[in-house]
């Protein structure tokens, strides 16, 4: 891992979880503020319908809360959809764009989630920018290329100013209990650092490159250790407590 960049460990809930599940966020706070210090940053992107209940019972703690979506707009006729603007409003600080279940769900393109970005930064939010490739992309020798031309395309130019985090998550590996090997996931990392460098000098240099993807307690530490594996985003394991906190504390 990178010193110079502060490890990130993002939790994203999904569609899980209701108002019961705020007493996991007390379990993870009392852990946080008992145990030793973390040395990562935070984060938890609950369903929207608990966004303020969380940045509010997180602050405490220092857990801070971030969207799973917004819509590129600032406000306007669009049924069922939250901006970036009002995820601000709720207490986010973050918002996780262009994740491949709403690349698959809602056929999100890169240029859609690049205006979300912008939309994002807009609004005073980081957004987690998440690429990744699919199985049969990885099995046919494109998954370098497919992560190159989605990052290119949905990362906004005005990352070069703003602060943005990227998660590589190979969609293959997202709730499967799959991982790539270390030396897969090592080469991917060096692959989005090189590209980020290239295109935005220091500020890629310091641009938090997690990984997502099955990251469970047992792994955690050895994928966490990789160099340019600057933190995780974490599905189903963020959802217990007790898990969630094991991987933070492997950082
Ligand atoms: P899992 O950790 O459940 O594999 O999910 C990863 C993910 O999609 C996080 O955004």
């Known amino acids: 891992m990178t010193t110079t960049i502060t490890p990130v460990i993002a939790g994203n809930w999904k569609m899980n979880g209701s108002r019961a599940s705020l007493s996991e966020l007390q379990e993870l706070a009392a852990l946080l503020t008992t145990g030793d210090a973390p040395r990562a940053m935070v984060i938890i992107c609950p369903p929207a319908t608990m966004l303020h209940a969380v940045a509010s019972q997180g602050s405490t703690s220092g857990i801070l809360a971030g969207g799973q ?16 603007g009002m995820l601000a409003d709720a207490g986010a600080q973050y918002v996780i764009v262009g994740h491949s279940e709403r690349r698959a769900d809602h056929g999100e393109t890169d240029p859609a989630i690049r ?26 020798g494109h998954a ?27 969609v293959w590996a997202i709730g499967t209990g799959r991982t790539p090997t270390n030396d897969e996931i090592a080469r991917m990392h060096d692959r989005i650092r090189a590209l980020l460098v290239e295109r935005f000098g220091d500020k890629g240099a310091t641009t938090p490159i997690l990984y997502g993807g099955s990251i469970k307690p047992q792994n955690a530490r050895e994928i966490l250790a990789i160099e340019n594996v600057n933190g995780g985003l974490v599905g189903g394991a963020s959802l217990l407590a007790k898990d969630f906190y094991t991987i933070i504390s492997a950082v």
């Open 144 to 170: 370098e290329a497919v992560v190159a031309g989605q990052l290119a395309a949905s990362v906004p130019d005005a990352a070069g100013q703003h602060d943005v985090i990227i998660a590589y998550e190979p």
């Open 69 to 84: 979506d917004c819509h590129a707009q600032a406000a306007g006729a669009h049924t069922g959809d939250l901006s970036a």
């Open 115 to 140: 205006a979300k970005a912008e939309a994002a930064m807009g609004a005073g939010l980081k957004p987690i920018i998440c690429i990744g490739e699919t199985e049969s992309q990885r099995d046919s």
